[in-house]
């Protein structure tokens, strides 16, 4: 059985980090694209960040360089670690495992920001 389950979400001032953690069971990360997905209350998910399988990193516009998503294959763990957080990545988390054709997602892990 296949389970993907996020950590690490929390409340963090302004100008904060957070460290998010997405552990996957039955499935083996290193072959799988894997993504991080936030949504915030009344609005579309919108995708975060990407690694491939080959180790090809995307960002959306909005991170400007604040982001950075990763992978440890020893511990089938994705990871996005997050600097200079603002009001505006306030969110859900998500992380989305796929490949040819199918996924699995996590239940979310909150991430607010406020001062």
């Known amino acids: 059985q296949v389970q993907v389950v996020e950590s690490g979400g929390g409340l963090v001032q302004p100008g904060g980090t957070l460290k998010l953690a997405c552990a996957g069971s039955g499935i083996m990360f290193s072959i799988y694209t894997l993504d991080w997905y936030r949504q915030a209350p009344g609005k579309h998910r919108e995708l975060v960040a990407t690694?491939?399988?080959?180790?090809?990193?995307t960002y959306g516009d909005f991170v400007k360089g604040r982001f950075t998503i990763s992978r440890d294959n020893a511990k089938n763990t994705l990871y996005l670690q997050m600097h200079n957080l603002q009001p505006s990545d306030t969110a859900t988390y998500y992380c989305?495992?796929?490949?040819?054709?199918?996924?699995?997602w996590g239940q979310g892990t909150q991430v607010t920001v406020s001062s």
């Open positions: 989305n495992v796929r490949r040819q054709g199918v996924d699995y």
């Open positions: 690694l491939t399988a080959s180790g090809m990193t």
